[in-house]
T-cell receptor, first 112, second 112 residues
Framework: KAGVTQTPRYLIKTRGQQVTLSCSPI?????VSWYQQTPGQGLQFLFE???????NKGNFPGRFSGRQFSNSRSEMNVSTLELGDSALYLC???????????FGPGTRLTVL | AQRVTQPEKLLSVFKGAPVELKCNYS??????LFWYVQYSRQRLQLLLR??SRESIKGFTADLNKGETSFHLKKPFAQEEDSAMYYC??????????????FGKGTHLIIQP
């Protein structure tokens, strides 16, 4: 079974731009969660989608948004990028609540 | 709000020595606790979760609700145990809807 995939793996943007990251979960998984990882703050929960519905959201500004499609693939969008948005963005998928979360390799976003 | 603390950023022990990675949490309810591991150039992956009470790769962790701790232990360290270890907490049964709250991680180095 193929693992969680994320595209692109690396991205360079400038301040003020917007960016869209993509996550394809393991086949059959319906839950996708997104995390931001930085050296200072560590791993922080962004939001989680299940069957195209956002079930919960972490403590991030409204510039961070996401969506999930009917095939469970998910995208997250960051608008009006700031230097502090430079981070590794990880997504994780699981089948149901209570199941193990499987992480993707991450997308490394650099904001200049 | 819940919090996970890993007091050691770096822990270095010799091969064959016992290992203990500390994790303390704060949460007023009944959380589920996890240990995740990230080996060099690999994805973040689940090592163990307290409800399964399993021993994985020789590691064990016991949830101590009185001390709000979930320390990870291994009696005899091996060189392949060198990795980043993250303790994580979930308010629901799998960290699905509510996301995982991670500690900042401990870099474990096993010296030959």
């Amino acid at each position: 079974k193929a693992g969680v995939t994320q595209t692109p793996r690396y991205l360079i943007k400038t301040r003020g731009q917007q960016v869209t990251l993509s996550c394809s979960p393991i086949s059959g998984h319906r839950s996708v969660s997104w995390y931001q990882q930085t050296p200072g703050q560590g791993l922080q929960f962004l939001f989680e989608y299940f069957s195209e519905t956002q079930r919960n959201k972490g403590n991030f500004p409204g510039r961070f948004s996401g969506r999930q499609f009917s095939n469970s693939r998910s995208e997250m969008n960051v608008s009006t990028l700031e230097l502090g948005d430079s981070a590794l963005y990880l997504c994780a998928s699981s089948g149901q609540a209570g199941d193990e979360q499987f992480f993707g390799p991450g997308t490394r976003l650099t904001v200049l | 709000a819940q919090r996970v603390t890993q007091p050691e950023k770096l822990l270095s022990v010799f091969k064959g020595a016992p290992v203990e990675l500390k994790c303390n949490y704060s949460y007023s309810g009944s959380p589920e606790l996890f240990w995740y591991v990230q080996y060099s150039r690999q994805r973040l992956q689940l090592l163990l979760r307290h409800i399964s009470r399993e021993s994985i790769k020789g590691f064990t962790a016991d949830l101590n609700k009185g001390e709000t701790s979930f320390h990870l232990k291994k009696p005899f360290a091996q060189e392949e145990d060198s990795a980043m270890y993250y303790c994580a907490l979930s308010r629901d049964s799998g960290g699905g809807a509510d996301g995982l709250t991670f500690g900042k991680g401990t870099h474990l180095i096993i010296q030959p």
